[in-house]
Structure formats: C-alpha cells, structure tokens
C-alpha cells in the first residue's frame, strides 16, 4: 500500500498535470463545420468562438431559421470537437496512474 506522503505527491503532481493540460488545451483552436462547409466555426479549448464564416449562398437564401440552425451546428461540432480532444489529452495524461478502471476525472 502507498504511504499516505507518496499519495500526496501523487495528487499534487496530478493536479499540476491536469492545469497544464487545461492552459494548453485553451491554446487550441479547432473548426465546427455545418451543411458542408458553408458555415465554419473557429472555437478555441476553452469554448472561446474565435471566428465565424458563412459562404454568401446562405445569404443569399434569407431564410433565417436555416442560417440560425447552421450556425448552431457549427458551434455545437466545434464543441464537441473541444470535449473530444480534451478527453483524449486527459486519458495521455492519466495513463499510468493507478487508478480503479473507468475512473475519470
């Protein structure tokens, strides 16, 4: 059995790890896309919208509900995108550890 100092260590170490993890998943940028690439969405990892471009088509249309829901697709992908590479980061990191399976944090 680990000793409760060695735990602590543990933990500290984990948590600097985890911060770090946070500061460079802000760093990221990626592109939700929607109704084939003519709404793009720049999000960064910390869900900041960076950028948003709609192709002149869609105006085009001037149907706003479709222009709206569009736009939402394009957020909620780059979001998604977001969780995705944050829990792919966070299972780099704690690969390891020893940790009861399917813990996460």
Known sequence: MMNLGKMMKKAKEMQDNMQGLQEELAK???TGESGGGMVKVIMSGDRQVKSIHIEDEIWADQDKDLIEDLLA???NSASQMVD???KEEQQKLMAGLP????FSL
């Open 28 to 30: 990221l940028e990626v």
């Open 73 to 75: 697709a394009a957020v």
């Open 84 to 86: 995705s590479k944050a």
């Open 99 to 102: 940790l009861p399976p399917g």
